[in-house]
Structures are given as structure tokens and as C-alpha cells.
């Protein structure tokens, strides 16, 4: 998926947007999962089309939108995830926010995970991504209960 996320990018020029859009959006979403062999969550190509096409922004952001169906992430892959957290990309960090709220991931990801997602809602410049971070917390349910409190006092 990865080098044909990167064949796509080397034609983007020649591609209809819509093709482009869906290329750079799959390793993001639940497309994903479906994979024989799974990719490793990597926020390059994202971040690259950011950096790189910013007239496809927009319409990377539509198509991962929360509700849309979110990649499942391994324990190898919260690394990544938690990169994301810091991305000057904004659809970087809403994705972030959203796939790290797994509670499937475990109590050692957990308290790694739970204070950043509280510092995200408290500090993140988008609204969306603070309000996604406190979903995100919520999923985790009682192991979030201090980053939740302090988020909504």
C-alpha cells in the first residue's frame, strides 16, 4: 500500500483528484485493515501531499473525516501515532487523536497515551482535534478518569 501510495504521488500530476484523494486516504482508514499485509502506520505520505499539494487538503480532510472509518493501530504502530499528535498538519493530528483512543491497546499504551491526549485538549489550536481528543480520552473510560476530569473542569 505504501509504495502504491508513493507511485500515485510520483503521477499526481496525470491522476484525477478523486484518484489522488483515495490513494493518500486508504493506509489511513479502515481500507486498511482489509490488507493482506498490513502497512505500518506512517504519516509521510500524508504529511508530504500537505507540505507538497496543499490544494488536496481539503478534500483529504473530507475523506478522513471522523466517522469514516479509522485504521486499526498495533502497539508498534502508537509510535507513529503519537508523532501525529505533533504534526503541524492539522488532518494528521484529528487522526492521530482518533486512533489513539483504542483502549484494545493496552494498559502500558494507556499511560503513555492518556496524558498526551489530555494535553492535546487542552492545548491543541484546533477545536476539532481538542474535541476529538476528549472522545478519545472517553473511550478509554475509567483509565482516563483524571485526564477527563481535569479536561472538563
Known amino acids: 500500500m505504501k509504495a502504491a501510495t508513493a507511485n500515485v504521488l510520483d503521477k499526481i ?3 484525477l483528484r478523486e484518484v489522488v484523494v483515495s490513494a493518500v486516504a486508504a493506509p489511513y482508514t479502515s481500507f486498511r485493515n482489509q490488507a493482506v499485509a ?3 502506520l506512517d504519516y509521510r505520505p500524508l504529511r508530504d501531499v500537505n507540505e507538497r499539494w496543499p490544494a488536496y487538503v481539503p478534500a483529504l480532510a473530507e475523506e478522513l473525516k471522523p466517522g469514516r472509518g479509522y485504521c486499526d493501530i498495533t502497539i508498534d504502530e502508537v509510535d507513529e501515532a503519537i508523532r501525529g499528535l505533533a504534526s503541524p498538519h492539522v488532518v494528521i493530528r484529528r487522526h492521530a487523536v ?3 483512543g483504542e483502549r484494545r491497546l493496552g494498559a502500558t499504551v494507556a ?3 492518556l496524558p498526551l491526549l489530555g494535553q492535546t485538549v ?3 489550536p484546533d ?3 481538542r474535541r476529538l481528543a476528549l472522545l478519545s480520552l472517553l473511550w478509554w473510560r ?3 478518569q483524571r485526564w477527563t476530569q481535569t ?3
Open 151 to 153: 479536561a472538563m473542569a
Open 98 to 100: 482518533c486512533i489513539l
Open 142 to 144: 475509567k483509565d482516563s
Open 127 to 129: 477545536a476539532i482535534v
Open 111 to 113: 499511560r503513555r497515551v
Open 122 to 124: 487542552s492545548q491543541d
Open 38 to 40: 498490513v502497512p505500518r
Open 13 to 15: 500530476d496525470r491522476l
